[in-house]
Structure formats: C-alpha cells, structure tokens
C-alpha cells in the first residue's frame, strides 16, 4: 500500500522563496571567505584563489539560471495545460451527442430533504492555492453544479472568489463542507462553520460533513475517546445547524457501517444524508455500497481515481481501458462513469483545465461493459489508499469494524 497522503497543505511558492535565499546565501559566504584570507596568501596562491573563486562564481551563476528555466518551463506547461479553460464543454460532435445531458446517467441523485444533489463534483484536496481556483471557474464553464471543499483543505477563500468572480447564483452551485477533526466538541461546530461560510462568501452550506469519526484534542497530539466513540453531541450541534438555516443537509465522512449504526441508535432528528467514502477500482466497497442503499444513505466516491497515488496505475487497468477503447471514451471517463452508475456522487479533482473537463463527460456503460468493469473491480483484495490512522498517532484503526 502506498504511503497516506498527508493533510498539511502542499508547498508552494513559500518553498521556492527559501530555495532561492538558500542559494544567495551560499554566495554570500564565499564572499567573506574571500576578503579574509587574502592578506596571507603569495600572489600565485591569490591567483590560485581568484580562479576558484570565479569558478564557483560561475557555477552558482549556472544554477541561479538553471532554476530560473526550469521555473519559466514549469509556468509554461502550466499555463498552456490551464489554456481553454474558458470555452463550453466543446469536443468532437458525437462526443458531444454520446455526453449530453448526463450521456444516460443520472445528473443528480435526491436526498431526504428532497434537495437534488448533482452527480459529477469537482474535487479540492490537494488543489493548489495558485490553481484552484483557475480550475473551478473552468468546472463552472464546462457544467459542473457541485464543488466538494473541506476546511482542512486550507482554500476556501480561493474557491469562494472563484464562485464570485464566475458569478454563478448561490442557488446553481452546490456546495460542501467538512467539519475538521479538531472542532467535534459542541462549542467548537458553530464558530468553524461560520469560518468556512466566510471563507466561501455564503450564507449556507448545500452539505456539511463530520470529516472523519475521530475527535482530536486541540493540542493535537491526543484523541477524544468519549466523542470519538459517541459523536451524538457533534451530530446535535449539526442538527441545529440545520435548524438556523446555516446548512441544509448533514453527513458524515469515513465512516463504516458500524458507526452509522452507533450514530444513528440515537433518537436523531435528522439522519445522515450522505457518507463520503474512499471507492475507486483498488477498494470498491460493494457490502458498504448495499447496505447504504438499504438503508438510504448516498455514498460520495472520493478518489474515485484511485488519487494521486495511484491514478496512473487506475487508467492502466487493462479491463478500463478496454472499455474505454470500446465507448470512445478515456479510461477516466470510464471509471467515473461507472461510479455515477454504481449509484454514487462521484468526487473527481484536478486542477488542469482539459482533465477538469474531461471528467465531467460522463454516459453509461452498456451492462455487459458495467459487469465486467464491476468484476474485475471487486475480484481483488481491497486496498486502500487513504488511512491516516497511523499518521495520526491512533492505537485504533480509523477503518476497522
Ligand atoms: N472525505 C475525505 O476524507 C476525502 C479524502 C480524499 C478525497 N476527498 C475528496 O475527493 C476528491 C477526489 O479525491 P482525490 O483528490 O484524492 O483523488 P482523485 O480524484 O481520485 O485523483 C486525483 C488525481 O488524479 C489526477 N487526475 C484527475 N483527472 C485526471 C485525468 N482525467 N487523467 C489523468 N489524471 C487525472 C489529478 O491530477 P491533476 O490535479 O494534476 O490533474 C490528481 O493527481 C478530493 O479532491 C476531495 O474533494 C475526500
């Protein structure tokens, strides 16, 4: 299994900054070095010395260069891969019929509340504050209705400008959010809340999540047995949540079929709507996906690719990419299709402008093609690629029933 991604946000530009110092500095050393010693040296040993000095003068020189190109390159391929994002969903005129309207799936799955959440989201984790939100005003333009954000994912802000700037009414865009695992004690839900509205730059969430079913101290460095083991207080303050107005519908994240029995043992006003939970072609679920749809909880695909871990590995299947030569359609499109049709909202991220769009051209899988796709998912051991138990210093694991 590969390493578990982790939920600091990545390094940006702060990282480059103290890179680059790094090397001035070094410059600046060698400069001092220099201006000591020269006094006691012959002039041959000078001599000697200037000539070092230049050499590695040039040699520092080459490596400031060095870096400045590879950063010019790397801000082209960018660039030029975020080119496009502004036109419609375009493509080829069969493409465009064989996708249309959904291309045969459900575009929108209804909730308790009778609200009607759309099918195919836009993904943040892991979206670069300087790319995200590039890549959800490029979601907006090709038809994406629905942006899956958390509070840890640490951009919030960015995606509410992009929303702002695309100017799309508060009503046309569903909206989600996750409650950290920091803030499950009662006190703590309203004020977080109320920083990821701020953050968006709404009056209410389409969705709020429990993130994880594990209640951290704010030390951080210990877990809260008690909350961990009954969430009904978070849960309560949801509720009200719900009540005030501030989100209108309520869910939980990671969360296995035994502690939706232990939460929902409890006389709930509202049940859970939604459980978001990791299902890609490496762990598909099957049991948590029947049990959900008998007991009427919509289960949320994340990395429904198989996330940056292991997304390569995903469109290399052979049976994916089968289907996908078959369908004309990428093997991308493929797996997410066949999420939508396994009867789940599918999460897909990206911040490049082709793949963004891309992934939300969906159509059914003929069933021979679905079968087969749905066998070759569920015949090997089930491994996953998100469990941050150990990184989280737990003696439990997150997953176990
Ligand atoms: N509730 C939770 O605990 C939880 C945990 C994990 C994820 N999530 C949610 O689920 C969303 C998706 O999960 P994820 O980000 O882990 O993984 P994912 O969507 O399965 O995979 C994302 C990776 O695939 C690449 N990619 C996307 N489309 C592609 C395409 N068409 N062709 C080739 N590569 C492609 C992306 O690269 P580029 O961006 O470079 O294109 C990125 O590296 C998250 O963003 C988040 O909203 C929730």
């Known amino acids: 299994m590969s390493r578990p991604p982790t939920y600091t946000p990545l390094p940006t530009s702060e990282l480059d900054a103290d890179e680059e110092s790094s090397l001035f500095a070094d410059e600046d050393q060698l400069e001092d070095h220099y201006t000591t010693n020269t006094t006691n040296k012959s002039r041959t040993l000078r001599a000697s010395s200037r000539s070092k000095k230049h050499l590695a003068f040039v040699l520092l020189s080459l490596a400031v260069v060095m870096t400045a190109l590879v950063r010019g390159a790397q801000h082209l391929v960018r660039g030029f891969r ?26 929108h799955f ?45 951009n919030e802000h960015e995606v509410g400008n992009a929303l702002k700037a695309n100017g799309i009414a508060r009503d ?43 209640a951290f101290y704010k030390d951080g460095k210990k877990y809260d047995r008690e909350l961990t083991a009954n969430p009904y207080p978070t849960w309560q303050k949801l509720e009200e949540m719900v009540e005030k107005g ?78 996908a030569a078959a369908q004309g359609m990428t093997p991308a499109q493929v797996i997410i299709s066949w999420h939508v049709q396994r009867g789940s909202v599918v999460l897909p991220k990206s911040v490049h402008c082709d793949r963004v769009k891309e992934n939300f051209q969906v159509a059914a899988l003929p069933q021979d093609a679905f079968d087969k796709l749905e066998k070759a998912a569920t015949s090997h051991a089930p491994q996953r690629v998100v469990n941050p138990s150990k990184s989280w210093g737990l003696d439990f694991d997150v997953f176990d029933d």
């Open 82 to 107: 975020m080119r496009g994002c502004h036109t419609g969903l375009g493509g080829s005129r069969n493409q465009s019929t064989k996708f249309a309207n959904g291309g045969g799936l459900t575009t």
């Open 110 to 154: 209804t909730l308790p509340s009778g609200d009607k959440i759309p099918s195919v989201a836009l993904g943040v984790w892991r979206a670069e504050k300087n790319l995200v939100g590039t890549a959800v005003k490029a979601a907006l333009n090709v038809g994406y209705r629905h942006i899956d954000g958390a509070w840890i994912y640490g």
């Open 172 to 214: 046309k865009v569903w909206l989600t959010s996750k409650l950290w695992n920091t803030f499950h004690a009662p006190e703590d839900v309203e004020p977080t809340l109320d920083e990821s509205l701020a953050r968006l730059g709404v009056e209410y969430l389409d969705l709020y999540l429990i993130h994880w079913p594990v």
């Open 246 to 323: 501030k989100v209108r519908n309520i869910g939980v994240s990671n969360f296995n079929i035994p502690r939706l029995k232990n939460l929902t043992a409890n006389p709930l006003k509202v049940k859970p709507a939604v459980n978001q939970v990791e299902l890609n072609f490496w762990n598909p679920q099957p049991e948590l996906l029947k049990w959900s749809k008998e007991n009427g909880i919509l289960l949320e695909a994340y990395s429904p690719l198989g996330s940056a871990e292991q997304v390569k590995k995903t469109l290399a299947v052979p049976e994916i990419k089968e289907i």
